[in-house]
């Protein structure tokens, strides 16, 4: 299996620490809004990376974190704690809005068919944990403190800060303008925040440093140690957060452990929307609810996704959806063929030549365009040559749903009036009554069931 490392930014041989189990930690929601369709097309991505790596025989522990706390408007440890900002709006307490907001979550990913990770802690849950690295880092010389501010890590103490990024830190440096807060370096950044003193926090604990909550960068690398270990396989996020986020988590944890925090990182490109990036004051943030009160499904957006390498940026489009959703109907329509099995079809090598060059595509990083372009050409085949007695398809609609998600199982065959329809229609034209077989075709259209005629029969599928 091949993998693209952002840290080496080369496609290299995947190669687990352990033979048979893969570690995996997901960067995930920071649960102050509705989730947009911009989140969603992260972590359809990495669900498609753990389906591919059991599809390949490994088991998969991926951990996904939920950040309620700790992450500021500004990514660069500036500005207000989302989570403060949401309860304002709100006029609820901040975990009403984190528990709120992670039900919403969860609703989209089962519309999405995105599967549940092993985990998926919240940062409030490891407060002690992220308490005891910080006291790590502080034992080693890594940290200093601000007054009413908070606890800062001071990246001038590494050689290597910076290098998932590839940052010119003496550029950085050269640019930056003078700090009011009383930052060392422009890079450093905050690992614990002190509270405001004129102001209760709804999220805030005791510390040895004063009463505060943690920063953003620290949450993940507590929660990743406390639940995968020192060193993990991958690590994933959006790209978005490779200068900041990640390059944090990287400074932080290695300065503690001494170890490579993960040997493959693997990062997923923007999303667009009709070409321009998203943005609030574009009005172009869509939610799954927007979608679907447009009349399509979240699977649609789904295969959408699928349909871009993660690596490049998608462009989404209410046509691209429409596509999209076309799309989806015609292999739904391909899946359903196992309800019209012939006599003489599909040959079983026909299935397991697609099983093997899908797989292949999967593994060579994630190509799931060209994964679905070879199932294209086995659906042509397919719809004009019907589907043979003698082929397991029905166990490779199952493997199809298994990687890519699609929930193409979930049809079900057609009435037995309905077969009944369908044989008196066929007679029909072999008299070639057409009257009677054009009446019994728009009846079986009107309850939703659309016919195609081939050189080897008749074809139906769900309108």
């Known amino acids: 299996m091949q993998l693209y490392n952002t840290m080496t930014r080369s496609k290299e041989a995947f190669v687990p620490i352990e033979t048979d189990m893969v570690s995996m930690y997901s960067c995930g929601l920071t649960v102050y809004n509705e989730p947009h369709i911009g989140n969603w097309s992260v972590y359809i991505v990495w669900d498609l990376l753990s389906r591919v790596l059991k599809d390949a025989g490994y088991k998969v522990n991926h951990v996904e974190n939920y950040t309620d706390v700790g992450h500021l408007v500004s990514d660069e440890d500036s500005g207000e704690d989302k989570m403060v900002q949401a309860s304002k709006r709100e006029k609820k307490s901040a975990w009403d809005v984190a528990k709120h907001y992670i039900n919403r979550a969860e609703d989209d990913r089962k519309k999405l068919n995105i599967l549940s990770p092993t985990q998926m802690p919240r940062a409030t849950d490891y407060i002690l944990e992220q308490v005891a690295l910080i006291q790590g880092l502080e034992e080693r010389g890594f940290t200093y403190e601000i007054p009413e501010e908070g606890i800062y890590f001071d990246t001038s103490k ?38 405001p003193k004129d102001e209760k926090r709804d999220m805030e604990w005791e510390s040895p440093w004063g009463t505060g909550f943690p920063g953003w960068h620290i949450e993940c690398s507590a929660m990743i140690r406390a639940i995968l270990g020192d060193t993990i396989d991958i690590h994933t996020g959006g790209i978005d957060h490779i200068p900041v ?32 990036k998203m943005s609030k004051s574009l009005g172009n943030i869509y939610t799954l609810d927007m979608l679907i009160e447009k009349g399509f499904s979240p699977l649609d957006f789904r295969l959408l996704m699928l349909q871009s390498t993660y690596h490049n940026e998608s462009n989404f489009s209410w046509d691209n959806l429409e596509s999209a959703k076309q799309r989806r109907k015609s292999l739904q329509a391909f899946a359903d063929l196992r309800f019209q099995l012939q006599d003489d079809g599909l040959e079983q090598k026909d299935i397991d030549e697609t099983y093997k060059s899908m797989r292949a595509s999967l593994q060579d990083d994630l190509n799931s365009p060209e994964a679905l372009a070879i199932l294209s050409q086995l659906e042509t085949k397919a719809m004009s040559k019907l589907i043979s007695q003698k082929t397991d398809f029905t166990e490779f609609i199952e493997w199809i749903d298994s990687i890519l998600g699609l929930d193409l199982m979930s049809s079900e065959d057609i009435s037995r009036e309905q077969k009944v329809a369908l044989q008196e229609r066929d007679n029909a034209r072999r008299n070639q009554d057409w009257k009677v077989s054009d009446e019994i075709r728009d009846e079986l259209v009107e309850q939703g069931i659309e016919l195609r005629d081939s050189p080897y029969g008749y074809v139906w599928n769900r309108l």
Do not use: C, M
């Open 158 to 195: 590494l050689q290597d800060y910076g290098k998932l990024a590839r940052l010119d830190i003496e550029g950085l440096q050269s640019g930056s303008r003078v700090d009011d807060t009383g930052k060392r370096n422009v890079t450093d950044f905050a690992l614990w925040k002190f509270s």
């Open 245 to 276: 986020h990640h390059t944090n988590e990287i400074a932080q944890t290695e300065s503690l452990t001494g170890k490579p925090l993960a040997n493959y990182w693997i990062h997923r490109n923007f999303i667009k929307i009709d070409g321009h």
